[in-house]
Structure formats: C-alpha cells, structure tokens
DNA sequence: TTTATTCTGAAACAATTGTTTCAGAATTGT
DNA sequence: ACAATTCTGAAACAATTGTTTCAGAATAAA
C-alpha cells in the first residue's frame, strides 16, 4: 500500500558502472554518480546503500556481462578451435577499439589488494575465465585440432595473463599492431 | 645567506613513493603524504609542489631505479641467456614475496589514461623494458643460445604483456606454483 | 654580530567528500 | 476517496580534501 521505486535500477548501476569503470573507485565522487543515474542520493542510499556497495553491484555486474558472453560461446555449434580463435580477435577489437581497459583489471590493480570482497567477485570472474578456456582447448585437444602434448590449464592461465598485459600496453603505446602480432604468435602456437 | 632546506629530499621521496605505491594516487591525501614523509605540508610545497608534482617525481624515482637494474644486468660478463633466465626468475621472486604490484602497472592502469605527463614516463620505462629484453634476446640467438628462427621484437613484447598478467594472477589468486609454471613455460619456449 | 634571506610549524582556507535528515509529494490496496 | 506507507528532492551534516598564509625560528654570508 504505498509507492514504488520510481528509477530502474538495472539502468542506474549501468550508469553507475561506467562512471566508475572509467574513472575508478577512488576518483569518483558520490556527485559524479548520482550525476550519471540521475537519482537523488537518497533515492540511492535507500535502495542500494552506500559508495562501496554501489560498487561492488557494479563490479558484479560487469562479471556478469562477462559469464553470459563465455556461456553464449560454449554453446556455439562451431568447432572448440575455431571458438577460441574467434574469441581472441574479439578480444583483441576489443583492446583496441575499446574506450577503455577491461573493468576487472582496472579493478583488480585498484582495490582488490583493500577490498575482500570485490577481490571474491574478481577472483571468481578470474575462475570462470579459466574454466571457459580451459573446456574449449581441451576440447580441442580431443578433436585434434590442438596438440595433445599441451597443458591445457597452462595454456588457459597463460593466455589470461598475456590478455592483462595486451591492455597495459596498449594504454602506452596505443599500437594496435603490436597486439595483433601478439595475439598471432599465441595463436600459432596452439596449433602447432 | 639563508637556510638551507633541512629535510633530505631523496629520502622523502621514497617515503611519498611507497605510500602512493600501496595506496594509489587518488586513495592517498596530502595528510598521508606529509607524515609519511615527516615534514609539514608548507614545506613540502615549496621544495617539491603540488600533489601532482610530487606524484611524478614518485613514479620517476621509481622507473630509474628500474632503469638501473637493468643497467646492470646488461654489463653482466655471463651469457646473455643467463641473465635473461635470472631476470625472469627474479622477477618471479617479486611478484610472490613482493609486498605490492609493481608501481609502474598499478600506475598504469590508475593514471596513464588522464594524466599524460605519467602516461609518458610509463611508456618510456616500457620502452626501457623492451630494449633491456631485446638486447638479451637478441645477443643470445647470436650466440645460438636461442633459436634463430624467433623474433626478439616480438618475445621481448611478449615477455613485458604476460609479466604483467603475472601480476594479476597473483593478486587474484596467490599461487606462487601458477607463476612458477608459466615462467618455466616462457623459458622452455626461448630455449627449444 | 649583524643582516638578509629562507625555511618551518601551526593554523586556517574554501571546496569537496560521503552520508543523513525530513517535509512533502506520490502511489498503493482498501 | 481514503489512509497507510514509501519514495523523492533539496538542504544540511561533519569530516576530510588539497592548498595557502604568515609569524617567527634558523642560518648563510658580510
């Protein structure tokens, strides 16, 4: 017997997610977001709470952008190898034609070393990262299309390491050439 | 015919640099700076200046100490494979005992996108890095320790994406085996 | 010792920070 | 239409932010 919330709330963390995801935790002000949700920070701190849990709702939903992306390719019809190859040249678009770098690194570098639990949410994202990779090489594997004398849990771990440092070089040297022949080299030494 | 300044400068910007190093630019006030740095804040703006410039003068203390490592393990007498072998291992030892990321990635992702006076500092420590990692390469297939067939641009590159990854994985998940494996990993790729 | 200059300490500055308050507008089920 | 409840907007909160001020202590050269 009484009002509803007047905002989306779905619509408002996405705004908040990118404010945060451009400027980072510490830069951004209460201000700057109740700017970019267009809600009166009351209207906030009623129904999501305070700065670090706005943020940790952020964070998590960047993740979850992310798991849905990972299922979506699992789910492809197209044969493991050639998933995993498409999934790197999306990534590397990504690097280069993005706005910015990746939320989770961002993120990772800033706060989790402080925050536990944004920390959990990465660590997670970082897992299910893994296992995605992890399932299509070893899928590969089994269809031949990558050798079988691989590590598949290596070569998942080392392609998400590798992907960090593609967008920290990036924001240095702005040299999309330098990723692409990176993201080659990795390739090629799957397949052979 | 006047004082002189009584506080040893070098000495307070190693102290500044390892606040802002844990803590991040944004994340740190002049207040922590000041007492970290043991001297009053009027002081401080009249030697070094604002938060900005002493932040520069942070990150610039801490890429020529970098640059000077490297320095000394090019003058190195042992073979060039050797001493990228021992480098990588000691950056290995970094990541797993260090207390903290490494100021310049942390910065990188913090800073480098607004602030273009770090962002070219960054980049030219990165630089740095590369022609370190390319000079050892490169003397090493000369010297048949490495394959001639690779090309050292593009390990050397390589090298400085997957070291920073290394970092994240690190802080995500605190493995010091998951490091371990994929720096033995890049090692066998150079030498086979 | 004097004098000229510079540094230091403590206090203060306005602006901004994250957060709270509360009167009144709004909307629900009855 | 009613009453009960909840949401919203604007203002205010104390605390902290980066920075400045300035009187007086300190010291170099004369």
């Given at each position: 017997?009484?009002?509803?919330?007047?905002?989306?709330?779905?619509?408002?963390?996405?705004?908040?997610?990118?404010v945060f995801w451009k400027q980072g935790?510490?830069?951004?002000?209460?201000?700057?977001?109740?700017?970019?949700?267009?809600?009166n920070s009351s209207s906030l701190y009623?129904?999501?709470?305070?700065?670090?849990?706005?943020?940790?709702?952020?964070?998590?939903?960047?993740?979850?952008?992310?798991?849905?992306?990972w299922d979506k390719r699992l789910s492809?019809?197209?044969?493991?190898?050639?998933?995993?190859?498409?999934?790197?040249?999306?990534?590397?678009?990504?690097?280069?034609?993005?706005?910015?770098?990746?939320?989770?690194?961002?993120?990772?570098?800033?706060?989790?070393?402080?925050?536990?639990?944004?920390?959990?949410?990465?660590?997670?994202?970082?897992?299910?990262?893994?296992?995605?990779?992890?399932?299509?090489?070893?899928?590969?594997?089994?269809?031949?299309?990558?050798?079988?004398?691989?590590?598949?849990?290596?070569?998942?771990?080392?392609?998400?390491?590798?992907?960090?440092?593609?967008?920290?070089?990036?924001?240095?040297?702005?040299?999309?050439?330098?990723?692409?022949?990176?993201?080659?080299?990795?390739?090629?030494?799957?397949?052979?």
């Amino acid at each position: 017997m009484a009002r509803n919330v007047e905002f989306d709330e779905t619509l408002a963390i996405q705004k908040a997610m990118e404010v945060f995801w451009k400027q980072g935790y510490n830069a951004t002000s209460m201000r700057d977001l109740t700017d970019a949700m267009q809600i009166n920070s009351s209207s906030l701190y009623n129904t999501i709470g305070d700065k670090q849990e706005l943020f940790v709702r952020c964070v998590n939903h960047y993740t979850d952008i992310r798991k849905k992306d990972w299922d979506k390719r699992l789910s492809s019809k197209d044969s493991p190898f050639s998933v995993l190859v498409d999934y790197i040249h999306d990534a590397v678009d990504i690097i280069i034609n993005g706005q910015d770098s990746c939320m989770a690194i961002k993120c990772a570098f800033e706060m989790a070393t402080n925050d536990q639990r944004v920390k959990d949410i990465l660590k997670e994202d970082s897992d299910r990262s893994y296992q995605f990779l992890y399932n299509l090489i070893q899928s590969a594997m089994l269809k031949g299309e990558i050798d079988a004398d691989e590590d598949p849990a290596l070569l998942a771990d080392y392609f998400n390491s590798t992907w960090t440092g593609w967008h920290e070089s990036y924001i240095l040297h702005k040299d999309p050439v330098k990723i692409k022949r990176m993201a080659q080299y990795f390739i090629k030494q799957l397949s052979k």
